[in-house]
């Protein structure tokens, strides 16, 4: 995707590719006068003023008949001329007026290409784009809100913010390097070093946030596995709340990787259910564990799955320890404990809260029934604490995880800012850790960003938005 000036102008359907009541046609760019006088076969009708209308096709006879809206530039979503036509949604009608367009001039839109346009006539920043797009992929109501909240502007208020403390402190320094006669030393300035402390709250409170709405966007992605017949897939389908998976008694009955989503208090999860691990000689079995053990690579947390009845010291999760992933934090849950012959003991069992072997070392571990339901309250609480998801998601703004990642590149940078000033006084290596923490920050909001990094997002997007 080429992000030179736009002087064509382009066409496409912007709602759902399926048959319905309503179907809108949206066209920008110079040409949007000429080529909407064309289909309408009369004048456009004022701007932001709702006209009924007929579309003609290229014989002046009337396609359909609906709704034109006319926005002239530069006070609509992209910032140039936009026609859009409300006809009948049914595919056949919709891809006429296309057409009809196409040969009169424009062309078809590319993915995200009018959200493109919006960015490039500085309509919207690129946090407040990737925004539109979240708020139409969104999961959930509180996901929404976030994705709304991001699209007003608030976190990129938050950026601009760091950005502009960080350019005092540029300034600050950079003076002190330009006046390096000057008889105080602007760097052993205790407002400077404040300043700096000030900064790097703030950098923890932002990256905190964005954390959290990063989790209320792209959801927790957690991998069930274990041994055969643990109730892996039978613990699936109480977190899912229906029968998402074939339960029998039969061993190795899960071959290949079973994909749910479910919501925990407005926080998505992606729950993989895996084939159990064992050795095996059947060839569709072991590339089921193949396959279970490269999404493991992948999850956020990993649920190994043991028979709490069969085998209460959890030396299935110590012998299959080995194929787990070492950077996937992994909780050990007891199943099955409603098969456990003193069940009025077990409330009272510390294996309940804490691991049930030494063994298990830092592992988490949880006891729970996903026939009965016991300890399933205790296990989704156990998954928001571990992504550290707060059910309150009042002022938590959509963020993705390339906005994550720029902060925590900002904040290195300003980390080693501070370092260099403590132990060196070295103010041009100050400026530039400085100059690179801005930079980082600026691809947040697009400020600095290379052209494949925004053909990666935008070509991200639906096609008519």
Same mark, same amino acid.
């Given at each position: 995707?080429?992000?030179?000036?736009?002087?064509?102008?382009?066409?496409?359907?912007?709602?759902?590719?399926?048959?319905?009541?309503?179907?809108?046609?949206?066209?920008?760019?110079?040409?949007?006068?000429?080529?909407?006088?064309? !289909?309408?076969?009369?004048?456009?009708?004022?701007?932001?003023?709702? /006209?009924?209308?007929?579309?003609?096709?290229?014989?002046?006879? *009337?396609?359909?008949?609906?709704?034109?809206?006319?926005?002239?530039?530069?006070?609509?979503? +992209?910032?140039?001329?936009? $026609?859009?036509?409300?006809?009948?949604?049914?595919?056949?009608?919709?891809?006429?007026?296309?057409?009809?367009?196409?040969? %009169?001039?424009? =062309?078809?839109?590319?993915?995200?290409?009018? +959200?493109?346009?919006?960015?490039?006539?500085?309509?919207?920043?690129?946090?407040?784009?990737?925004?539109?797009?979240? !708020?139409?992929?969104?999961?959930?109501?509180?996901?929404?809100?976030?994705?709304?909240?991001? $699209?007003?502007?608030?976190?990129?208020?938050?950026?601009?913010?760091?950005?502009?403390?960080?350019?005092?402190?540029?300034?600050?320094?950079?003076?002190?390097?330009?006046?390096?006669?000057?008889?105080?030393?602007? !760097?052993?300035?205790?407002?400077?070093?404040? =300043?700096?402390?000030? $900064?790097?709250?703030?950098?923890? /409170?932002?990256?905190?946030?964005?954390?959290?709405?990063?989790?209320?966007? &792209?959801?927790?992605?957690?991998?069930?596995?274990?041994? *055969?017949?643990?109730?892996? /897939?039978?613990? $699936?389908?109480?977190?899912?709340?229906?029968?998402?998976?074939?339960?029998?008694?039969?061993?190795?009955?899960? =071959?290949?990787?079973?994909?749910?989503?479910?919501?925990?208090?407005?926080?998505?999860?992606?729950?993989?259910?895996?084939?159990?691990?064992?050795? /095996?000689?059947?060839?569709?079995?072991?590339?089921?564990?193949?396959?279970?053990?490269?999404?493991?690579?992948?999850?956020?947390?990993?649920?190994?799955?043991? &028979?709490?009845?069969?085998?209460?010291?959890?030396?299935?999760?110590?012998?299959?320890?080995?194929?787990?992933?070492?950077?996937?934090?992994? +909780?050990?849950?007891?199943?099955?404990?409603?098969?456990?012959?003193?069940?009025?003991?077990?409330?009272?069992?510390? =294996?309940?809260?804490?691991?049930?072997?030494?063994? %298990?070392?830092?592992?988490?571990?949880?006891?729970?029934?996903?026939?009965?339901?016991?300890?399933?309250?205790?296990?989704?609480?156990?998954?928001?604490?571990?992504?550290?998801? &707060?059910?309150?998601?009042?002022?938590?703004?959509?963020?993705?995880?390339?906005?994550?990642?720029?902060?925590?590149?900002?904040?290195?940078?300003?980390?080693?800012?501070?370092?260099?000033?403590?132990?060196?006084?070295?103010?041009?290596?100050?400026?530039?850790? %400085?100059?690179?923490?801005?930079?980082? !920050?600026?691809?947040?909001?697009?400020?600095?960003?290379?052209?494949?990094?925004?053909?990666?997002?935008?070509?991200?997007?639906?096609?008519?938005?």
């Amino acid at each position: 995707m080429s992000f030179t000036a736009t002087t064509d102008t382009i066409v496409a359907v912007a709602t759902a590719p399926r048959r319905g009541g309503i179907g809108i046609v949206r066209i920008s760019g110079p040409d949007v006068r000429r080529i909407g006088e064309a !289909l309408l076969a009369k004048p456009l009708p004022p701007p932001r003023s709702a /006209s009924v209308a007929k579309f003609h096709d290229d014989q002046d006879i *009337p396609l359909d008949e609906g709704i034109a809206l006319f926005f002239i530039a530069p006070h609509s979503y +992209t910032g140039e001329d936009v $026609l859009e036509l409300q006809a009948h949604g049914g595919p056949i009608i919709l891809e006429a007026l296309v057409s009809r367009a196409v040969s %009169l001039g424009a =062309r078809r839109a590319a993915a995200g290409e009018f +959200t493109q346009r919006a960015f490039l006539n500085d309509k919207l920043d690129l946090a407040q784009a990737e925004a539109v797009a979240d !708020l139409i992929d969104a999961g959930s109501i509180a996901a929404a809100r976030a994705a709304m909240r991001s $699209l007003q502007g608030d976190f990129s208020k938050q950026v601009h913010t760091l950005v502009e403390k960080v350019i005092e402190l540029r300034t600050w320094v950079e003076a002190a390097i330009d006046f390096p006669e000057e008889e105080v030393d602007f !760097l052993a300035d205790q407002a400077l070093t404040d =300043r700096f402390t000030a $900064l790097r709250e703030q950098f923890k /409170s932002v990256l905190q946030g964005a954390r959290r709405g990063r989790v209320l966007r &792209d959801g927790m992605t957690v991998v069930i596995t274990g041994r *055969p017949n643990a109730g892996k /897939s039978s613990l $699936l389908n109480a977190l899912a709340g229906h029968e998402a998976a074939i339960v029998t008694p039969i061993a190795g009955t899960t =071959r290949d990787v079973l994909h749910e989503y479910v919501s925990i208090d407005g926080m998505p999860v992606h729950i993989a259910d895996t084939a159990g691990l064992r050795d /095996s000689s059947d060839v569709v079995e072991i590339e089921g564990i193949r396959r279970a053990q490269l999404a493991m690579q992948d999850a956020d947390r990993v649920l190994f799955v043991v &028979d709490a009845d069969a085998d209460p010291d959890a030396a299935a999760f110590l012998a299959e320890k080995i194929q787990l992933p070492a950077n996937v934090p992994v +909780t050990v849950v007891f199943n099955k404990i409603d098969k456990l012959e003193r069940k009025d003991a077990f409330q009272n069992d510390e =294996r309940a809260v804490s691991p049930g072997s030494d063994a %298990l070392g830092a592992n988490a571990a949880l006891w729970v029934s996903a026939m009965t339901g016991a300890g399933l309250a205790e296990l989704r609480e156990h998954l928001k604490t571990s992504m550290n998801f &707060d059910s309150n998601q009042s002022g938590v703004v959509s963020a993705r995880a390339r906005h994550v990642e720029a902060l925590q590149s900002a904040e290195r940078h300003t980390d080693e800012a501070v370092r260099q000033l403590k132990e060196s006084r070295a103010g041009e290596l100050v400026a530039e850790e %400085l100059r690179a923490a801005q930079e980082a !920050l600026g691809e947040i909001t697009g400020e600095f960003c290379a052209e494949d990094l925004l053909g990666r997002i935008f070509g991200s997007f639906c096609i008519g938005k």
